[in-house]
């Protein structure tokens, strides 16, 4: 998406002309242009030169937004930054300022001493012309000074795009311009020594009308632009986190550098209390980090050699070394800066219907203030009431309301969800994440942690915990295995002092031997422990098998021949996906697991989640196809993080990936949750649903606002009530009620994002399975022909990590599409689109360490 700056507009039908501009050109795929941040965002192949010159031509000004030699650290361009610089406001100020001043004295005269008899000075006491001239020269002074609504006005009239400065400058015109008429009037009756038409034309008087009509317009619009101001805080707060300079290591010696001269490759030092420059890895030293400006999250992250840091994060205790991998545009805030600020650029589904009026609004409004005027006349008004009416009906009548009504709401809400580290990519994904009624999550580092981890330690009678854990710490310690990895997490955290081992063996896929102390120790899988054993009693069997019905992989350990107990390990569940799964339940929301492993390890993984549903063995494209199918039920909304999951994600009405995941399931997802919690898909979900009902309470205020108001302004309800409406008060009214709907719209900084106590749950909520079938049987190539699938037997898979080790050596074959492998029953399913030479199988398996047995 290309942005640009647009300058000139001052209400929705501005912005409604500059897009329909674009939209007619050539090559432009799609416009959205934002009144709010006054920018525009195109998608297409037309170029930058045709669009600012289409903008041109509609009578306002266009320039692309930034270029790379302005790029700070954080990718942010500066004059991106600088056009969200609240650059209206002291100008308004200004404005605003002198024209109070002015029309103090000239209310003075023409309400002060006309209604209640104030002193005047001698030269003007009882000279109507004085008088008259007096108050001319004043309001002239006053539209001298705003006259920005008039050159914005009339230009909108010439270029057949009038918009709100037109509604304000032939309001104004008219008031002075009658005035004038009636001042010239009187003076030919001051001539004429006609008292009663002297005093007639005195009443006629509007100077006093079209001064305060500018002056309130210019508070309403300075409250506007004030309050406006700060619904871009959250992303002009992102652009000031990106630090200005680096500390980097040339040789031996430390220098500081402008940001923009960091390199990739460069090494870096980050001191306690600074800010980390640019994202790198450390290579020496370690810290607490502490990363809250992207995730949200206060609590500091440890930081030790080989982990990443990222840009704008603070070290908050220890001396590190870092090397530079991503610089500008690439870090980690420049990605965020871009989401946040490509989601102000576009537009929600639910702003087409304001658009739509705000396209024609100024245009009607402009018919009615005319049919108003003759209307009056007709009924035998004099001209000043009908202008008075008509003005009237000018001044009250504001589409800027109707315009900012959905980008003020979707902008506060982005900024709200950017600061807990939720990120929308667009203003469609964000209101359509409120609609979600189901949600599907993948389990491995979504729902669970994608980490082995140490379930179970059960010893045999006749020896301890303690000595079964250190006998496993000696024999695991020596292997990279993620189970050996778990056990020896375990024992450190136990306190096991490690026992030297003798005699080695890693036995390809099986299991692990060595001497300790002079006996003869292994660890292993039921196959390979009975190949040492012998047999395993009937106890330890039905303990494995209640163990495995957990999801969990239960690795044996003997000494010599006899067996001296068992150790669980498992992907375990994130402390927080049991919480974060039932407040989605609560929100009417129905919740189903998709994942690839195998039906027991899933069910399990689902029981202790909450999940409603469960759909285990799914390969990729199934995960694609279950989001389809469950897309006949409701809105879909697919949770993921990895390489996998981005086919499902694309296919969701939603898809939602984890921060922590791949960058191609972060590129597929529409929302991008910085921390990796499940947790905040809720979170993401309550802020779109708050944000969807603040621009429904912003469109309702605005529709009634001009419904109630534009009769009321041109006299509708005299003959019934009575009722009519000063020009002045109609102006204040305009003025003050887009100030009404950007305050309500920042209302939304309010919502505690966490907070599940008042949520509610949607109509029509999903109970009961709804998946039908599971569509992983077959599989159909490019050229629509039925794949072909084959099963064959492997030795030596453990757990969940041998599967993915065995399907990703399966799955560099050519011809082989997908290997799903389970090490409950030694099994490996094929998906092949060609006959592939059992030879290559065979090699592949027993070169990622395991055994092959042959085709089932």
């Known amino acids: 998406m290309e942005q640009y700056n647009v300058t000139g507009m001052s209400c929705a039908a501005c912005q409604a002309r500059v897009e329909k501009a674009v939209n007619a050109l050539e090559g432009v795929d ?48 500066n004059s991106y930054e600088d056009s969200l610089k609240d650059t209206e406001t002291p100008k308004l100020k200004k404005r605003l300022i002198a024209s109070v001043i002015l029309l103090i004295p000239l209310m003075y005269v023409s309400m002060g001493h006309m209604l209640w008899n104030w002193p005047l000075p ?25 006259q920005k609504f008039f050159i914005s006005g009339f230009k909108g009239l010439i270029h057949r795009s009038p918009n709100m400065d037109t509604l304000v400058a032939l309001g104004a015109t008219a008031s002075f311009g009658y005035s004038v008429y009636a001042l010239f009037a009187m003076s030919g009756a001051v001539v004429a020594g006609d008292e009663t038409q002297i005093m007639y034309f005195m009443d006629q008087f509007y100077f006093e009308s079209a001064a305060t009509i500018l002056t309130l317009i210019t508070v309403g619009k300075t409250l506007e632009a004030k309050s406006k101001g700060k619904t871009t805080d959250a992303l002009k707060s992102l652009m000031k986190m990106a630090p200005k300079t680096a500390v980097i290591i040339e040789g031996d010696v430390e220098k500081t550098v402008p940001i923009e001269e960091v390199k990739v490759g460069d090494r870096f030092v980050v001191r306690p209390g600074e800010s980390i420059p640019v994202d790198g890895k450390v290579i020496s030293g370690e810290s607490s980090v502490n990363e809250s400006a992207l995730t949200g999250e206060s ?7 080989g982990d990443k840091v990222s840009a704008a994060t603070i070290n908050t205790s220890g001396y590190m070394i870092c090397e530079a991998t991503r610089v500008g545009e690439d870090t980690t805030l420049a990605g965020i800066i871009r989401m946040v600020s490509d989601a102000a650029a576009t537009k929600a589904p639910i702003a087409k219907i304001a658009d739509r009026v705000s396209g024609v609004f100024v245009p009607v409004v402009i018919g009615i203030a005319i049919i108003t005027f003759v209307a009056w006349l007709i009924a035998g008004q004099t001209v000043g009431y009908a202008i008075a009416r008509a003005v009237s009906v000018l001044v009250i009548s504001c589409p800027c309301a109707l315009g900012l009504a959905t980008p003020v709401a979707i902008m506060v809400g982005n900024g709200v969800g950017a600061k807990s580290g939720i990120l929308y990519k667009t203003a469609a994904s964000q209101e359509m994440v409120g609609k979600t009624q189901i949600v599907a999550l993948d389990k491995t580092g ?156 899933a069910k399990a993984i689902a029981d202790q989640a909450g999940v409603d549903e469960v759909v285990a063995g799914v390969l990729p494209d199934g995960k694609e196809a279950i989001i389809k199918e469950l897309m006949t039920y409701g809105k879909v909304a697919m949770v993921g993080d990895g390489i ?50 603040n621009i429904h309470e ?75 079938s599971v569509t992983n049987d077959s599989s159909v190539d490019e050229s629509g022909k039925e794949g072909r699938k084959m099963k064959i037997t492997v030795n030596g898979m453990m757990c969940q990590h041998c599967e993915a080790h065995v399907k990703k050596a399966l799955e560099a074959i050519d011809g082989i599409e997908s290997a799903v492998a389970s090490h409950e029953e030694n099994l490996v399913t094929l998906e092949t689109s060609k006959d592939v030479d059992e030879a290559l199988i065979k090699a592949a398996v027993e070169e990622a360490g395991y055994e092959y047995v042959g085709i089932k």
């Open 30 to 77: 799609s416009c959205a242009v934002s009144l709010l941040t006054n920018s525009m965002g195109v998608e297409g192949s037309a170029s930058s030169e045709e669009i600012i010159k289409a903008v041109e031509a509609a009578g306002y000004g266009a320039s692309l937004k930034g270029s790379s030699s302005g790029r700070t650290a954080g990718g942010a361009s």
């Open 122 to 146: 001698a030269f003007m006491d009882g000279n109507h012309v004085a008088m008259g001239l007096y108050e001319l020269l004043i309001s002239g002074f006053i539209m001298v000074i705003n």
């Open 299 to 305: 609590v500091p992250v440890e930081k030790q050699v």
């Open 446 to 601: 979504t729902v669970t942690t994608g980490v082995m981890k140490v379930t179970d330690v059960i010893p045999a009678e006749c020896i301890s915990k303690e000595e079964l854990l250190r006998t496993a710490y000696a024999l695991e310690v020596k292997s990279e295995h993620p189970i050996s990895k778990a056990i020896v997490e375990k024992a450190l955290e136990d306190g096991i002092a490690l026992a030297e081992t003798e005699q080695f063996e890693a036995l390809s896929g099986n299991g692990l031997k060595a001497v300790l102390e002079g006996k003869t120790i292994a660890g292993g899988n039921e196959k390979f422990i009975i190949g040492i054993t012998g047999a395993i009693d009937e106890a330890h069997k039905t303990k494995m098998t209640k163990l495995s019905a957990q999801g969990k992989t239960p690795v044996l350990f003997v000494r010599e021949t006899s067996v001296i107990g068992m150790i669980a390990v498992a992907d375990t569940i994130k402390e927080d996906s049991a919480e974060a799964i039932t407040q989605l339940k609560n929100m009417g929301i129905h919740v189903v697991l998709l994942t690839g492993d195998n039906e027991i390890t």
């Open 644 to 693: 996998n999951d981005a086919p499902a994600l694309t296919r969701a009405d939603i898809g939602i990936a984890i921060g922590a995941g791949t960058d191609i399931a972060i590129d597929a997802a529409d929302v991008v949750l910085m921390k990796g919690s499940i947790l905040d898909v809720a979170a993401a979900i309550r802020i779109s649903r708050a944000t969807i009902r």
């Open 698 to 772: 912003n469109l309702f205020w605005a529709f009634f606002y001009n419904v109630i108001g534009i009769p009321l302004a041109a006299g509708c309800y005299v003959a019934a009530f009575g009722w009519t409406l000063n020009p002045m008060f109609g102006a204040a009214a305009m003025g003050l009620s887009s100030f009404c709907v950007v305050s309500n719209a920042l209302r939304l900084n309010w919502i505690k994002v966490q907070d599940s106590s008042k949520d509610k749950r949607i109509k029509n909520a999903i109970t009961g399975n709804i998946i039908k």
